[in-house]
């Protein structure tokens, strides 16, 4: 099979790449641009085993219509997107631009070169604030509060309704929750990830709160401790990036059973901000400052998934679904870059 990975170079994305070049005879090809992936990356990725990479933007549509056109690609999993919900408050034409309207000349030119399956990134943001503290399910009603939130649900629309036009164009929507933790390998009994979370600049709360375990920052800014939460500060679903990686090796599966639908990826299970610090403090053993600040615009109080329909309908089966290691994992990363 023929896999076109676009934004392989990137945090979720190279995760993915990583887990078929181990556990698939597919041949990869990762397209990125590199704005926020980075070659490095790419790198160590082909200490693995050989792969394609081409270094090309989305927005050149010509390009990727020829490039579609020639290698006639079976599956696309589409990662390419811009992805800071606070930038996409400031700047969301950017947004649309390169999460939506790119995202539809490149299912154009898939249905086009005949490709038949399509897994799309999607993101928690989509359903925006939901005013019950209860796990989220894919029936509940989408109402992004953000620009970023909006162009990914905009794109899942287009997804759906190409796939209708051109039934044999099957998708797969995960909607991810908080993707974190690195590279579960170990060298020996040392675990040394070897991929793993770098964006710039960082706004993710596990990386934050590890640089400044570590001494990168001073201190950890905790965003609002008045939420309706039982100690007051935000509760999200974070997931293992390998966990999550996975999740799309075996919609590859499900997409060979001719079905599309969309999923949510967490673990159903919340953690509030206090409890993340507490359990990286926990895992590394060094103490760090924290300080209560205001809250963030677009932050919701409780995004937790119901991740019941993705484990009934697919053969994926969580195994790093353990909060000390994703911190551990994010720490051993965190020390390397
Ligand atoms: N957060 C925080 N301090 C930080 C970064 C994040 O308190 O320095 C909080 C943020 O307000 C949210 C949670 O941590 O409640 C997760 O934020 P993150 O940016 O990691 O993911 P999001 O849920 O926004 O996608």
Same mark, same amino acid.
């Given at each position: 099979m023929k896999i076109l990975i676009t934004g392989g170079a990137g945090y979720i994305g190279s995760h993915v790449v990583k887990q078929l070049l181990e556990l698939s005879s597919c041949e990869v090809t990762v397209l990125d641009n590199?704005?926020?992936? @980075?070659?490095?990356?790419?790198?160590?990725?082909? +200490?693995?085993?050989?792969?394609?990479? #081409? /270094?090309?933007?989305?927005?050149?549509?010509?390009?990727?219509?020829?490039?579609?056109?020639?290698?006639?690609?079976?599956?696309?999993?589409?990662?390419?997107?811009?992805?800071?919900?606070?930038?996409?408050?400031?700047?969301?034409?950017?947004?649309?631009?390169?999460?939506?309207?790119?995202?539809?000349?490149?299912?154009?030119?898939?249905i086009k070169s005949g490709v038949k399956k399509f897994i799309f990134s999607s993101t928690a943001a989509v359903y925006g604030d939901v005013q019950?503290?209860?796990?989220?399910?894919?029936?509940?009603?989408? @109402?992004?509060?953000?620009?970023?939130?909006?162009? +990914?649900?905009?794109?899942?629309?287009? #997804? /759906?309704?190409a796939s209708k036009n051109f039934p044999d164009f099957k998708y797969v929507i995960f909607r991810y929750f908080n993707v974190s933790g690195a590279d579960m390998y170990f060298d020996k009994d040392n675990l040394c990830p070897r991929i793993g979370e770098n964006h710039n600049p960082e706004t993710h709360l596990i990386p934050?709160?590890?640089?400044?375990?570590?001494?990168?920052?001073d201190l950890l800014n905790i965003y609002g401790d008045d939420f309706k939460t039982p100690d007051g500060s935000c509760i999200r679903d974070y997931i293992h990036v390998e966990d999550l990686a996975n999740a799309h090796i075996e919609a590859i599966n499900y997409l060979e059973e001719n079905k599309s639908d969309?999923?949510?990826?967490?673990y159903s299970k919340g953690y509030s901000v206090k409890q993340i610090v507490n359990a990286v403090k926990d895992v590394i053993k060094i103490d760090f400052k924290t300080t209560i600040v205001d809250r963030r615009a677009g932050d919701t109080a409780f995004l937790v998934a119901d991740n019941s329909k993705v484990v009934s309908t697919m053969k994926w089966k969580p195994k790093f679904d353990n909060l000390e290691l994703i911190c551990k994992s994010a720490y051993e990363w965190e020390k390397t870059i």
């Open positions: 590199l704005s926020t992936g @980075n070659k490095a990356t790419i790198n160590t990725l082909e +200490k693995i085993r050989d792969f394609n990479f #081409l /270094q090309l933007d989305l927005k050149e549509f010509d390009k990727i219509n020829q490039f579609l056109t020639e290698e006639k690609f079976d599956a696309i999993i589409h990662f390419a997107a811009y992805s800071i919900v606070s930038e996409s408050m400031q700047n969301p034409l950017k947004y649309y631009l390169n999460n939506t309207v790119n995202t539809t000349n490149l299912i154009e030119c898939a019950e503290n209860v796990n989220i399910k894919e029936t509940f009603a989408t @109402n992004p509060i953000n620009p970023y939130g909006m162009s +990914k649900l905009m794109s899942e629309k287009i #997804l /759906q309704d934050l709160v590890v640089k400044t375990a570590l001494g990168k920052r969309i999923f949510n990826l967490g």
